[in-house]
């Protein structure tokens, strides 16, 4: 997937992975930094910010790996409903194990679903079975969730990309959190010459966080 992206169309392009500071970045740093490359990652509070890659072997082409969780706080479901995109799917990730892999039969029980309602359930079972004349397939329901996974993210990113340019002219791919953005707004829209920021450091930056 890292080798499909290092190429001269993607040059200086952000790929954003929703938690990646949190869950992601554990199996893919490893992956990263085994490419000639070099990193430059921006770590603050136990978090990474931005992790910036510049492939040797490619002619220096520069990705930037980004938790767009820190750009936009609340979970890929709750975003697709709230941008109206692509919404994101459920997947029963107690029956990810390997003895599994090749299942075709009914769909799971609820019991291997996490964070639903039985509600959420039912319907998922109603739809498929009224969507679909076929079996329930592991591998082709795993590879549809991850794809619509991904439009959902993308297509979330650019309505909220576009929204913020056109109230306040500010392109969110300069800015890696929603705290930056926030003060990247201000400072461009509402600071004047004549207001001074203070900086504050030690336990009073620590009282005020």
């Not at 029956?95 to 609820?110: D, H, M, T």
């Not at 309602?117 to 329930?136: H, I």
Request: with cysteine; proline share 3%.
């Amino acid at each position: 997937a890292i080798e499909s992206i290092i190429k001269p169309c993607y040059k200086d392009n952000v790929v954003y992975l929703h938690n990646f500071s949190y869950f992601d970045a554990v199996f893919l740093i490893k992956i990263l930094s085994s490419f000639n490359a070099q990193i430059y990652p921006i770590i603050r509070d136990n978090r990474i910010i931005d992790f910036k890659l510049i492939f040797k072997d490619s002619n220096n082409i520069t990705l930037y790996f980004r938790d767009s969780y820190l750009l936009i706080p609340s979970s890929l479901s709750n975003l697709s409903k709230v941008f109206k995109v692509l919404k994101k799917d459920i997947f029963p990730y107690k029956f990810l194990k390997l003895e599994n892999i090749n299942y075709i039969g009914n769909v799971p029980l609820f019991e291997e679903f996490d964070n639903i309602s039985l509600e959420d359930y039912n319907n998922y079972v109603n739809n498929y079975k009224a969507n679909t004349n076929k079996e329930w397939n592991f591998k082709y329901e795993l590879i549809n969730y991850c794809e619509r996974d991904v439009i959902s993210l993308f297509q979330v990113i650019d309505k909220f990309r576009k929204l913020i340019f056109d109230l306040f002219r500010v392109d969110v791919l300069r800015f890696p959190t929603i705290s930056s953005l926030a003060f990247g707004i201000f400072r461009s829209n509402f600071l004047t010459k004549d207001m001074k920021i203070p900086l504050i450091y030690n336990e009073a930056y620590k009282d005020i966080r």
